[in-house]
């Protein structure tokens, strides 16, 4: 029997396993998979098997910032409860991910030059997936890394934070010739507004034009518009438009600090003009 990449996948998903061992498996069980599950039961890999099937709502998030504020990443953790992601041996076991992260920068889990599941746990010994599998066991819970955001910008900052909740989070990339010292609570500030506030995009040249379209064409099929003369109807769209943009797009929704100001004027404010927000990214544990 042929075995695809999608059948590899999708043993490896339940089970945790590595693909060379989930294809071998496959290809030992003549495709069947009970009987790959059996046989990487008896490879030793009892502990982990179908551990993914079960929920991963809790764990920890956290941040790494290179010194120069020009790279960070913003990874998550998961488990199936609170109690073990408040337990030291939990946050023992994320704090290894946080230092292999720190010194190896990985790209994102499983994508980019360097994968973080491919990589070897701290540039040693067994790879990051294998150490999930054997933590999964060891935790009786089903253990998986379930964000790896980089962002690097080489013309300006990238800030990070993480909730008190070590749940949620964000990271966001912003060109600023600002000092690394000053941008860096600037940005943070930033990221809590992230959190907050949910943006779905940067700026406004990021919205989709259909997007905007769909949106106006609710806008003139509002009853108050119906009556009104086409160029009162056309300042009433780019109006409502407007309104649109500020609670969608991130540098257009009023600050988190002054609501008087918009995200952009406030960076603006606080770290000098020209700026941009480039990227941002926002997580969310058991979202």
Same mark, same amino acid.
């Given at each position: 029997?042929?075995?695809?990449?999608? #059948?590899?996948?999708? $043993?490896?998903?339940?089970?945790?396993?590595?693909? #060379?061992?989930?294809?071998?498996?496959?290809?030992?069980?003549?495709?069947? %998979?009970?009987? *790959?599950?059996? /046989?990487? %039961?008896?490879?030793?890999?009892?502990?982990?098997?179908?551990?993914?099937?079960?929920?991963?709502? =809790?764990?920890?998030?956290?941040?790494? %910032?290179?010194?120069?504020?020009?790279?960070?990443?913003?990874?998550?953790?998961?488990?199936?409860?609170?109690?073990?992601?408040?337990?030291?041996?939990?946050?023992?076991?994320?704090?290894?991910?946080?230092?292999?992260? *720190?010194?190896?920068?990985?790209?994102?889990? =499983?994508?980019?030059?360097?994968?973080?599941?491919?990589?070897?746990?701290?540039?040693?010994?067994?790879?990051?997936?294998?150490? $999930?599998?054997?933590?999964?066991? +060891?935790?009786?819970? !089903?253990?998986?890394?379930?964000?790896?955001?980089?962002?690097? !910008?080489?013309?300006?900052?990238?800030?990070? /934070?993480?909730?008190?909740? !070590?749940?949620? +989070?964000?990271?966001?990339?912003?060109?600023?010739?600002?000092?690394?010292?000053?941008?860096?609570?600037?940005?943070?500030? $930033?990221?809590?507004?992230?959190?907050?506030? %949910?943006?779905? /995009?940067?700026?406004?040249?990021?919205?989709?034009?259909?997007?905007?379209?769909?949106?106006?064409?609710?806008?003139? *099929? *509002?009853?108050?518009?119906?009556?009104?003369? =086409? !160029?009162?109807?056309?300042? #009433?769209?780019?109006?409502?438009?407007?309104?649109?943009?500020?609670?969608?797009?991130?540098?257009?929704?009023?600050?988190?600090?002054?609501?008087?100001?918009?995200?952009?004027?406030?960076?603006?404010?606080?770290?000098?003009?020209?700026?941009?927000?480039?990227?941002? =990214?926002?997580?969310? $544990?058991?979202?």
């Amino acid at each position: 029997m042929e075995i695809t990449s999608q #059948m590899v996948r999708e $043993l490896r998903d339940l089970t945790g396993a590595s693909m #060379m061992e989930c294809k071998k498996a496959l290809v030992a069980s003549n495709g069947e %998979r009970e009987a *790959a599950f059996d /046989y990487l %039961r008896k490879s030793g890999l009892k502990s982990a098997t179908k551990k993914a099937e079960r929920s991963t709502a =809790e764990g920890r998030l956290f941040a790494v %910032r290179a010194k120069d504020g020009r790279r960070a990443h913003l990874c998550g953790v998961a488990c199936e409860t609170d109690f073990l992601a408040k337990a030291e041996k939990f946050g023992a076991f994320v704090k290894r991910i946080e230092t292999h992260v *720190a010194q190896l920068d990985p790209t994102g889990i =499983e994508d980019g030059a360097r994968p973080l599941l491919a990589q070897r746990l701290n540039g040693e010994g067994a790879s990051v997936r294998e150490a $999930l599998q054997e933590a999964a066991g +060891g935790f009786g819970e !089903n253990t998986r890394i379930t964000h790896c955001v980089r962002l690097e !910008n080489t013309k300006g900052q990238v800030g990070t /934070y993480v909730h008190h909740d !070590n749940k949620q +989070g964000a990271i966001v990339s912003v060109t600023t010739a600002a000092a690394p010292d000053r941008a860096a609570e600037m940005l943070k500030a $930033l990221c809590q507004h992230i959190v907050v506030f %949910r943006p779905a /995009y940067a700026n406004r040249e990021d919205v989709p034009a259909a997007d905007v379209e769909r949106e106006r064409a609710v806008i003139l *099929a *509002a009853e108050d518009m119906k009556t009104k003369p =086409e !160029n009162v109807r056309e300042k #009433m769209v780019v109006g409502r438009l407007n309104s649109f943009f500020a609670q969608t797009v991130l540098a257009e929704q009023p600050w988190i600090l002054d609501d008087k100001l918009s995200v952009h004027k406030a960076l603006e404010k606080g770290l000098g003009a020209p700026l941009r927000i480039e990227a941002y =990214e926002r997580a969310h $544990l058991g979202a």
